[in-house]
């Protein structure tokens, strides 16, 4: 087929549905918007948006003059008579904040319906914003049962989040950060399918396991949420004593290096030094003395507790007695232990009965620039990685190192390895493997 042939039905004609609709029209697809809403079906039937967004009546009313789009309540004859679905219900909040989502069931029910009746092969692309495991719990189960088909064999399923900001949504339709297509396993036709409908755009989508594609949508806006908190939260703290705040965050995003960037954005373990958690005390500090609230920064401190909380779980749950921990600075390449979280781990072992062997090679009893910090560990320091890795029945992975990797290749049969820093070196056969994040 070519990639211009493609029929596309999409179910919700809301704000999502209305802006792909009109943007896949005038890249040439013929388009069905399906409804059961009379007065969205009538509006896009007369060439008019049903929805407010700069420049899109324009671009419905040109797709209706030109053939490409049309507008129906009969889900029937949409399915009959497309290649593709787009579902874009709304997923509203319930009153305790749980995301409803009666409405994808229901066009997952409608569509399985239209299914059981067509013998072609369609595909289904969900594109309402749905929490991990939603396709797998509630999409699938409605199809399958409806339809009487299998997912994967007789119908395609494919998940693609959007990204569309209200007031700037075409725009961001033709030059997105970022495409994610959320891949069913196995189901290359319709991922072939959903570069087609979007070779319009120069961005290269990233092709990811659905559960992993539900996730972005979220993660993306609570991201944005808290940068918008962040960043009232040090308006606050500037003003309370008379600083222009927007010229301290245009320095601040002036840094594309370590501010606007990717560092510091891979999950693992706890924050330390000499520099985060003291600077972090003294602004909160600073706060209470204007009497101005830091609830982003509090929470920070709280975030960074629960991730060294949470790697003292993983040791104690390894029901492991002797542990070893490779490395304990705060972080690769320095010998610097102030507030290292490391440093804080080994101390919670120890005080809870644990054996503990610990090997750093920035690290000695008779390192001066850390020793004041490290004279209570002393004895449990090793010469060797290899050391620590022969003693232990659970290996803590804190630092990341060609010693390190060494050392873990040479891990017995039985032995625990939990990473906080996601090490890239395959284990040996039979040693139990567990990332603190992944």
Known sequence: MSKKDWRVSIFG???????????LAKDGFKVVAVDPDQFKVECLSAGRSPIYEPGLSDLIEVAVENGLLSATSDYMSAIADTDISFCCPGTPSREDGSLDTSYVKLVSEQIGIALREKSDFHMVVMRSTILPGTVESVVIPALEEASGKRVGVDFGLAYYPEFLRE???????YSPGAIVFGQYEGDERTIQALHDLCASVSVKPHVIPIRSAEIVKYTNNCWHAVKISF?????NLCKSVGIDSHIVMDVVCADTRLNISRAYMKPGFAYGGSCLPKDLRALRHFGKMQNVSTPVLDATVEANQYQLD??????NRSGAKKVGLLGLTFKSDTDDLRESPLVMLAERLIGKGFELSIYDS???????GGRNYIEHLAGFLRSTPDEV????EAIIVGINGQGTK????KAREGVKVIDLVRIPVAMPSGVHYEGLVW
């Open 13 to 23: 004609a809301g704000y999502v549905g209305a802006v792909s609709a009109g943007c």
């Open 167 to 173: 007031g700037t949504a075409i725009a961001d339709y």
């Open 231 to 235: 960043a009232n939260e040090i308006g």
């Open 310 to 315: 949470r790697a003292f779980r993983l040791v």
């Open 362 to 368: 920035q690290v000695s009893a008779s390192n001066h």
């Open 389 to 392: 890795v022969s003693e232990s």
């Open 406 to 409: 060494d050392a873990l290749a």
